[in-house]
C-alpha cells in the first residue's frame, strides 16, 4: 500500500468528512477504521462516541507508524442512549418519526494521533 506521508489519513469513509477537510485543502488518504461500534452495556452516547473514536484512531495509526491519523465519530441519541444507525431506508424513516419534535442529541468527537 503506497500512502504519501504528506497526507493526512483520514480514519473514515464519511463522505461529509472526507468532503470537509478536501474544502479546508487539507491533503488526505482514506483508511476506515475496522472497529466493532456496539454501544458498551450501559454505556451513554456520549462515553461511546468517545471510546470509538480513540478506537478508530489508535487501529489505523497502528498500521501507518509516524504519521498523523484523524478519526470522528458521531451519533444521535435520545435521553443519553445512543438511537444507532439506521439499517434500511425504512429504518431512517421510522427514526426521523421517532425524534420528529421531542429533544435529542447530537454527539461528535474527533481524535487526532500519531503513532511513532
Known sequence: MKTSKN?????SGSPRR???????????EIFPADV??????????????????KDKAAVVAKRFPGRW?????????????PIGKPT????????L????????????AICLQRDD
Do not use: F, N, W
Request: glycine residues 2%; without cysteine.
Open 18 to 28: 472526507r468532503e470537509l477537510l478536501e474544502r479546508l485543502k487539507i491533503k488526505i
Open 88 to 95: 434500511s431506508i425504512t429504518d431512517a424513516k421510522r427514526t
Open 69 to 81: 491519523v484523524l478519526a470522528s465519530d458521531t451519533t444521535v441519541a435520545q435521553d443519553g442512549k
Open 97 to 108: 418519526k421517532k425524534l420528529q419534535g421531542k429533544r435529542h442529541q447530537v454527539y461528535t
Open 36 to 53: 466493532d461500534e456496539t454501544p458498551l452495556k450501559s454505556e451513554d452516547a456520549k462515553a461511546m462516541v468517545l471510546r470509538l473514536v
Open 7 to 11: 497526507h493526512l489519513i483520514l480514519a
